[in-house]
């Protein structure tokens, strides 16, 4: 069983949708969660931890459900740019090492 | 400026040679990683260090070799014998322990010509 699952997508949606993406990861014992975005050809660069409280950063929201063992990501009021592909990232027990989804393509359409 | 620093960017290898990554950090980080992501997957792990002189075998470690003899700098060989080397290489680092994130470089593209 991997690590992390993502569902690839993609995901085409229009300008000023809300979408949201689920990862989910099967180590309880992971230390730290986050979501990286990747543009084509480029290197991932963090978009934002996850928390248990959840936590928000302009339109995006993600939230952490230890219990079920998933990690979202809600983005509201999509925009152009916004198109890329969103990583999970999960680290291990010891927050050492790093486990990360194949990422879901987004692509916000005019 | 503060980052990771990865050379090439662009590099072609002929089949049978054996090439090398540069990895620079100057963000005084003791972890640093060697990751490949093939077109339409997801990263695959190569090799990491938590510590100079120190080094351990990722997912994918066959056909490739490290050394880490300065806490800056993490070079990654892609030996001969790597069968499929085409691919994005990128180099990370971070903080050891919990809650900290991973930065990357900008990655190398590597061609098997």
């Known amino acids: 069983r991997k690590e992390v699952e993502q569902d690839p997508g993609p995901f085409n949606v229009p300008e000023g949708a809300t979408v949201a993406f689920n990862c989910t990861y099967s180590n309880s014992a992971s230390q730290s969660f986050f979501w990286y975005r990747q543009d084509c050809r480029k290197e991932p660069k963090l978009l934002m931890s996850v928390y248990s409280s959840g936590n928000e950063d302009g339109r995006f929201t993600a939230q952490l459900n230890r219990a079920s063992q998933y990690i979202s990501l809600l983005i509201r009021d999509s925009k152009l740019s916004d198109s890329a592909t969103y990583l999970c990232?999960?680290?291990?027990?010891?927050?050492?090492?790093?486990?990360f989804g194949t990422g879901t393509s987004l692509t916000v359409i005019p | 400026d503060g980052g990771i620093t990865q050379s090439p960017k662009y590099l072609f290898r002929k089949e049978g040679q054996n090439v090398t990554l540069s990895c620079e950090q100057n963000?005084?980080?003791?972890?640093m990683y060697w990751y490949r992501q093939d077109p339409g997957q997801g990263l695959r792990l190569i090799y990491y260090?938590?510590?100079?002189?120190?080094?351990q075998k990722g997912d994918i470690a066959e056909g490739y070799s490290v050394s880490r003899e300065k806490k800056e700098s993490f070079p990654l060989t892609v030996t001969s014998a790597q069968k499929n080397p085409t691919a994005f290489y990128l180099c990370?680092?971070?903080?050891?322990?919990?809650?900290?994130?991973?930065?990357f470089g900008e990655g190398s593209w590597l061609t098997v010509v």
């Open positions: 260090s938590q510590i100079v002189n120190d080094f």
């Open positions: 963000l005084n980080h003791d972890a």
């Open positions: 990232v999960v680290t291990g027990n010891t927050g050492n090492q790093f486990y």
């Open positions: 990370a680092s971070s903080v050891t322990g919990a809650g900290n994130t991973i930065y």
